[in-house]
């Protein structure tokens, strides 16, 4: 299932789209680049693919020195759940309604 906004679309990515991706590498027809600020955004679409799809629990996870990451997910409604030394747990809250 695609989700798309006014700049993005978020789509499953083929194994040679995840390697562009991680190496910052974006291909002529992409519609991202290394310094696309496009996090917030793809949040809040697969926040919409979720909740559209069903999910009763939205959750993610990041890197506890990733702080970008978790403002990214709370700015989105998500709240931390728990943290161990390896990663940082977040649930969506219930009452943030979901991106269209």
């Given at each position: 299932?695609?989700?798309?906004s006014?700049?993005?679309?978020l789509?499953?990515?083929?194994a040679?789209?995840?390697?562009?991706?991680?190496?910052?590498?974006?291909?002529?027809?992409?519609?991202?680049?290394?310094?696309?600020?496009f996090?917030?955004?793809?949040?809040?679409?697969?926040?919409?693919?979720?909740?559209a799809?069903?999910?009763?629990?939205v959750?993610?996870?990041?890197?506890?020195?990733?702080?970008?990451?978790?403002?990214?997910?709370?700015?989105a409604?998500?709240v931390?759940?728990?943290?161990?030394?390896?990663?940082?747990?977040?649930?969506?809250?219930p009452?943030?309604?979901a991106?269209?």
């Open positions: 299932m695609d989700a798309h006014d700049r993005l679309t789509h499953p990515f083929t040679e789209e995840a390697r562009r991706v991680v190496g910052g590498v974006a291909a002529e027809t992409d519609r991202w680049a290394a310094d696309y600020p996090a917030n955004e793809a949040v809040r679409l697969a926040v919409g693919i979720a909740t799809a069903g999910a009763g629990r959750v993610a996870g990041t890197d506890p020195a990733n702080l970008a990451s978790q403002h990214v997910l709370a700015k409604g998500f931390e759940h728990d943290r161990t030394p390896d990663a940082v747990h977040f649930v969506l809250a009452s943030v309604p991106a269209r």
